[in-house]
């Protein structure tokens, strides 16, 4: 038996009332599609339920009964039935078609599941089977008062509900299984699949690991018969071939004495008949060659590292970033005229920094690299270097900006850089830690170590730096 | 590559696999026999050379030899079929050759070079081809040195940079052109890109040309024939086939390139058995093994009258993973046709066989 939703008007609607819909308008005052039974005015207020105007009634033309079925009639008056007026629970029959309605409260339980609602046009032709087989003393209940027939309809809806959910949740529950089931089906065809390909794949196998033991026994047999022919035919040789052998020993040199003691090796039985042959093709190879030299060009390469296609590009961007940093000078500042010509030349500067830097005279060696970078500011070694000695001078600030300057210039990161990069992360690591901001100065352990996995000191120093945020963390 | 429709393709089917407690770099058949050899470093910083016997599904340990440095490279090429003597390069830069049932002192000794010798070759022995038997080493100071047995600590033939040039390493060297006794040439592979053709008929550079990577590997496919393809493998998963026959006076000579693994293709080796298949190893752990098809026509003439030659094409007939790790050394059994042995940085070495190479 098919069965309505709630609302007997086929647009939706919001109420959800079994029976008539009582306000055009939902609850929260949206304006909704009208019902189909058109607009409805608010007249017997909210009590749902109850219609808000007066239906008109159906009755039933006429009524069989056997022992398990009711037969019922029920014309329509003119109006069009679908599926969806007809509502059936195990005790309570309703059709709505707004404005008709027709409701009974049947004598019996039915088996509502079986039970058939045929449509033609003026009649509906209910048939219903009992769930007891009994003969009924009427269609409906005959004393039942508002409340039990109110009861009734709630259950009876209430159940179909019920019964609605639980045959989504059968339907599922039989969806998944046939999943499964094609699943399962699916996986052992590819099992079966991948079983036949073992299968031939083995057998090759097999079969090559047999032709290879033929292989070898034949080599095996092969090598026996040869080394009888020999010793067959060295018994006949062996004089002539002695004294021959004797006068080759006075001319040749070391490599044949090797193979002159005679070791008859076990799987080949040609030792001292091979020596014998060897001697005679001696004589047919010709002298070592004379020594030469060839010079050689390479394809010139300015890494040491091998050449790699896709990393062309990258090399030739760092290649042409020196070249132009180089060539860059700062030519437009008036003191110039007063230095050297020496004092102008960014890496004589460079040098004269780096002297200074090593015999600890740390403020002439930033002075001198600063005149350096005024004059050049592309080169990321001057700041690299600038960067060691405010680290001496305890300039921490500075040494930071002044390593990350360098790392800027030191881009694209190849291996030719890679030193400068690891000496860079270094100091501004220190500059960090020294300024206390340790989990910076990790960070930049850290990527030194990347660069260069293998410095132990590196290591060590950024396992110091852990323990240290570690300890700060536990304390604070 | 589905196996079910391509069983008319070769296989390579892996018959043995034996793990090793030491770096193999390289394996070598012993020629005339079911045995191999694995040469490598252990992990003392010393040199190992053992010899296994193929027996059914396993590989026996018949010998082990140690030595004071680790070894590189080794080549029985130079050797006749009797002696059967193991020419070795070792991390030192020393030229060994060394009888095997006799081990504790070499019959040939040199330092050649003052760094690793990175890739060794022979000629002239094994009853294949004519001529005096000649090894060559290349080493990463640069320089390749051709050698002769017979002749005591110089090199018959040095190729070494011009003074003042900075030098590049050599990585690979391999012998071809020994068709007879006079003829032969030593083609050199650098890591920046150079292949360099050496002709010690008349001690001058050949040809030379950059592949712009790495060159890791080069092999001609027969050096007792008139010089007739030589493939060369770089960085980078590319490998080129150049045509030999013809050589052009500007363009050199013609060739076909693949590019076929992502990752760096480190050896090539020609079947023994037909010169036209070759496999490459590369650094994925991979194995591909090659037909060439040559061209209609295998030179042209060009647009002022001179030869030229045509490069052909290649096809892929398998390939196969065996490893993660790189397969470094690679070779094929002169006996027995498809039988080979190959050996990886995982430490293991692995014997293979690859069928239906006689429907090719």
Known sequence: MTRAAFCPAPLRCECWQPGWCPRPSGPSGLQLPACAAGPRRLRRGSVPGEPAAMPVWLRESGWRQTLTAVYLELPLRGARATPANIFCGEQYLKVSIPPFLFEAILYAPIDDTNSTAKIENENIFFTLYKKEPAIWDSLTLANADKEKLQHLRENAVLKAHEKAKEETEAKKITKQEHKKYALEATMKLEEAERKRIEDLKEKERQKVAKELELWKKQQKDAEKYESLQKKRELHQEIKPLKERKNEKMNKTRI?????????????????????????????????????????????????????????VAEEEEWLHKQAEARRVINSDLSELEDLKEEEKNPDWLKDKGNKMFAMGNYLGAVNAYNLAVRLNNKLPLLYLNRAACHLKLRNLHKAIEDSSKALELLTPPVPDNENARVKAHVRRGTAFCQLELYTEGLQDYEAALKINPKNKNIEEDAEKIRHLIQGTMQSS | MSVGSGLERPQVVSHVQQGLSYTVFDCKWVPRSA????????????????????????LQLLREIEKPKPIKCGTFGATSLQQRYLATGDFDGNLNIWNLEAPEIPVYSVKGHKEIINSIDGVGGLGIGEGAPEIVTGSRDGTVKVWDPRQKDTPVANMEPVQGESKRDCWTVAFGNAYNQEERVVCAGYDNGDIKLFDLKTMSLRW?????????????????????????????????????RTQHPTKGFASVSEKAQKSTIWQVRHLPQNRDIFMTSGGSGSLHLWKYEYPAQRSKKDSEGSEMGVAGSVNLLQNVTLSTQPISSLDWSPDKKGLCVCGAFDQTVRVLIVTKLNKI
């Open chain 1, 255 to 311: 490599p044949n004495e090797g193979t002159s003691k005679t070791r008859l090796k076990s799987t080949k039985g040609h030792g001292s008949s091979s020596m014998f042959s060897q001697n005679l093709k001696e004589e047919q190879l010709p002298a070592p060659r004379s020594a030469a030299t060839i010079k050689v060009n390479f394809t010139p390469r300015v890494f040491p590292t091998a050449l790699r296609e896709s990393r």
């Open chain 2, 35 to 58: 045995r191999l050899l694995c040469l490598g470093s252990a992990a003392r910083g010393t040199g190992l050379i053992q010899l296994y016997e193929l027996h059914g599904a396993r």
């Open chain 2, 208 to 244: 030379e040309t950059n592949i712009k990577n790495g060159v890791c590997s080069v092999e001609f496919d027969r050096k007792d024939i008139n010089m007739n393809k030589l493939v060369a493998t770089s960085l980078e998963g590319k490998f080129h086939v150049f045509d030999m």
